[in-house]
């Protein structure tokens, strides 16, 4: 075990901010150092990763939710020394699929045309369970957030993923600990497709957070924070 206090790294999703980790951020303190990244204004996946490592020393256990999960392998590529492990919700590793490129900038386009607000409804409802349509509080939370964004760095975080490097032999070559969490509702990155990452890393776990969808750490952050701590724990990477 390192007994040197880790920091956790945070980063959020395409069109989210720190408050992906509102439930989050003082459990983790307790346990290392904690810093939410601010991915708002990226347009390269790389670059983030450089970015992120320069703003931080020592051992790293990087949170990534979905972009942030790319980012996240971004990072043990460039300083797999750094990463003391890694844990990846509701992402995914291939690089760009076919028609990808003109879906993501239709929808830029709608940004420029009619703010973010003119793709807020539609983008949300593909990224939640059911169930969370139900959540009022929550579902207003959410949208505050995406509002936050502006097209402009909407436009920023699709170019990054547009350009996101194919991780698929990063996988095989990670040697940290790896947890591999989605949501059982999943639409965007099913549980199916971290069952394949799993199988890819050499020392990977993989938890299924019952009800979620692509948003767990919003629509069940007890669940996913008790699945986080609890595989630190097991694994001895943090006190």
């Not at 003082?26 to 347009?43: E, Y």
């Not at 492990?85 to 709608?110: H, I, P, S, W």
Request: charged share 20%.
């Amino acid at each position: 075990m390192n007994h040197e206090r880790p920091t956790f790294v945070l980063l959020h999703g395409l069109l989210c901010d720190a408050d992906t980790w509102a439930d989050f951020i003082g459990p983790l303190s307790r346990l290392g150092h904690v810093l939410c990244a601010n991915l708002s204004s990226i347009d390269s996946l790389p670059d983030a990763a450089r970015s992120v490592l320069a703003r931080t020393t020592g051992p790293l256990i990087v949170v990534g939710h979905s972009m942030g999960g790319r980012v996240a392998l971004e990072m043990a590529r460039q300083a797999p020394e750094r990463c003391q492990a890694l844990v990846l919700m509701n992402t995914g590793y291939r690089g760009l699929g076919e028609g990808e490129t003109e879906k993501r900038q239709a929808l830029v386009n709608a940004a420029r045309a009619g703010g973010v607000e003119a793709i807020l409804e539609d983008w949300l409802d593909g990224m939640i369970a059911d169930l969370t349509r139900d959540d009022d509080a929550l579902m207003a939370r959410m949208r505050a957030m995406v509002l936050r964004s502006t097209p402009d760095s909407f436009a920023g975080q699709i170019q990054a993923l547009i350009g996101r490097p194919d991780a698929t032999d990063l996988l095989g070559r990670i040697a940290c600990p790896v947890l591999f969490m989605s949501g059982t509702e999943d639409r965007w990155s099913p549980l199916d497709r971290h069952a394949d990452m799993t199988a890819r890393v050499p020392d990977a776990a993989l938890e299924a957070v019952q009800g979620a969808g692509h948003m767990a750490p919003f629509e069940a952050p007890a669940a996913c924070l008790s699945a986080i701590t609890g595989w630190l724990a097991r694994r001895e990477l943090a006190a």
